[in-house]
Every structure is written in structure tokens, then in C-alpha cells.
């Protein structure tokens, strides 16, 4: 059994095959392949649109998605997470999609699972999905990746968006640079700055990150407003330059990027949600349309 634990579990002519089933996808051009399937969704963690994305890819090839609501789940009653995917497994869906705050849960589950484990997030480690949609997203826009150059902003330490795109990115041969103020700067042997202005002019796709507050032991900017006023995208930023725009969501309004840009059509933030449908329903094919 497959299972898609970090976008590294696929090689670049699988990726390059999801992107195709996703353009026929987008095109209409599906059957409701899963059928018999059954998909149960597990979230540990607030979730608007990842949760939303994956049982509407799964509705739309006629898989049966059951969601377990875990906050009133056995867990609560002390019962072990690895306990209760047994329990689950024993039930026999065909794939569990699960989301959890701590990193290392999905890859625990996948060494005892027979359903496929999809990642939809954990902890500040991956969420392959995500950014499969995100690089689906930039491939509709450029014809040819490589050298294409893309500066990630925010807090990049904390987040696992970035943490899976800059593994996928660099495989693909984007030029990534991150910008961030050194407490949300991870290790790293790419290129850095704390400047926005600095890479305006040499990049050609940002992506904007939400600060990950929920992960901070500390407060760590003073406030959002000090915050925003280095690293918000704003239309003044840009001016006219050709830059596309993108953010994960949920995203701070005037924190991350502003209201104008919001509106523009540089900013691709609900292309990248249309996609993500399309994208995951190329997942669930690929890992469970066959068996
Ligand atoms: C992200 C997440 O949960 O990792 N959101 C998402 O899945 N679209 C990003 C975030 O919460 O900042």
C-alpha cells in the first residue's frame, strides 16, 4: 500500500502524471472511480479548507467519507492515538486522511496501516498536499519551472507549507529564497534575507505564510501591526511588476498580504483552493483508485 506522507513519497514523473489527471479533472473529464471506497477523514487540528478539499476530491469520484469528529472521539477517553487507528483499520476503509499537531503521527500510522495514510498536515513537518496544489498552481501559470524564481515569506521556521514546497521546488528546480526575520528563519543552504525590497525585483512568484502563533511557546513579534510593516505584501510593494501572488490560508488580512493585492488578479489565493480539490482528487486516484 501507498501512502503520501511528505512530497518526497513521489518521484517527478508521478507528480508530473497527478498534474495531468488534475487538468483533465479540471476539464470535467472524471468517472466516480472510487465507488466502493470508504475514506475516513481524521482532524486533529482546525482545519477550513484542507478538510473541505479532501471530502469534496473524494465525493466527486463517489467515495463513501466518513469524517470522525475527535472531539468526541475515544481519545478523549484515553484511549492511544495508535489505538484508535487500529480500531479504525479494523474497519476497513480504504484510505485514512489525517491531520495531527504533533509531527511524525501519519508516518507512526502508515507502519501499522493496510489503508493508504494521506498527510493533510502535522505539526511544523509536512503537508505534501498543499504543496502539490501550489506547484499545480505555478505550473499553469509558467511553461517551464525550472529557474523560475520564488521567494517564500513569513514564518518559514514554523510551517510545514514551506517545508514540503521547498522540498518539491528545488527538486523541480525553482530558485527559492527565504525572507523572514531571523526568528522565523529556519537552517537553511538556500539563499536568505530579512528585505522584501531587496528581492522585488528578482523574483517572480511569492509566496506569503501565515505567522504559526499556535506554535510559538513565546510571543515572539511584538505585534502583528510591527510584523506586517516588514514583510505584508502589499500593492504598493509591487507596483506593476508581473509577480504572482500565492498564500496557503488562512490568511491574515494586512498582516500577510493586503486587501488591495487581495483583489488583484496577480493574487492566485483561490485558484490554489479550486486546485487543491483537483489535486487531491489526483492523489486519492493514484493511491487508492486502483486497489
Ligand atoms: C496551512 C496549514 O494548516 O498548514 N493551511 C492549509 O492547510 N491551507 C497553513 C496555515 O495554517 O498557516
Redesign the pocket.
Given at each position: 500500500m501507498r501512502h503520501l506522507i511528505r512530497t518526497d513519497d513521489f518521484s517527478i514523473e508521478e507528480i508530473n502524471e497527478l498534474f495531468q489527471d488534475a487538468e483533465r479533472f479540471s476539464d470535467g473529464r472524471f468517472e466516480r472511480i472510487l465507488q466502493d471506497k470508504i475514506i475516513i477523514t481524521l482532524f486533529f487540528?482546525?482545519?477550513?479548507?484542507?478538510k473541505s478539499s479532501f471530502e469534496i476530491a473524494a465525493k466527486r469520484l463517489g467515495a463513501e467519507v466518513i469524517h470522525l469528529d475527535v472531539t468526541k472521539s475515544s481519545t478523549k477517553k484515553g484511549e492511544t492515538l495508535t489505538d484508535t487507528a487500529a480500531n479504525l483499520e479494523a474497519m476497513g476503509p480504504n484510505a485514512i486522511i489525517i491531520?495531527h499537531q504533533n509531527a511524525g503521527v501519519p508516518k507512526i500510522l502508515s507502519q501499522h496501516a493496510n489503508a493508504a495514510i494521506i498527510n493533510?498536515?502535522d505539526g511544523a513537518h509536512a503537508?505534501p498536499t498543499?504543496a502539490l496544489l501550489d506547484l499545480f498552481t505555478m505550473h499553469q501559470h509558467f511553461d517551464n519551472l525550472k529557474d523560475k524564481r520564488i521567494a517564500i515569506v513569513g514564518?518559514i521556521k514554523n510551517?510545514?507549507?514551506a517545508n514540503s514546497n521547498i522540498e518539491l521546488l528545488t527538486r523541480y528546480g525553482l530558485d527559492v529564497t527565504l525572507v523572514a526575520p531571523p526568528q522565523f528563519m529556519p537552517k537553511t543552504t538556500l539563499k536568505t534575507t530579512d528585505s522584501l525590497t531587496s528581492i522585488i525585483d528578482k523574483v517572480d512568484i511569492i509566496m506569503s505564510?501565515?505567522t504559526?502563533t499556535e506554535r510559538h511557546s513565546y510571543p515572539i513579534y511584538a505585534s502583528l501591526k510591527d510584523y506586517a510593516s516588514d514583510f505584508c505584501i502589499t500593492k504598493e510593494l509591487l507596483g506593476d511588476r508581473d509577480i504572482l501572488i500565492m498564500h496557503?490560508?488562512?490568511v491574515h488580512r494586512n498582516v500577510d498580504i493586503d486587501d488591495a493585492l487581495l483583489d488583484d488578479p496577480r493574487s492566485k489565493v483561490l485558484n490554489q483552493v479550486k486546485n487543491?480539490v483537483l489535486i487531491r482528487m489526483a492523489v486519492l486516484k493514484k493511491l487508492i483508485g486502483n486497489v
Open positions: 487540528e482546525n482545519s477550513t479548507r484542507t491531520r493533510a498536515g503537508h498543499q514564518d510551517s510545514r507549507v505564510l501565515r504559526q496557503p490560508g488562512p487543491g
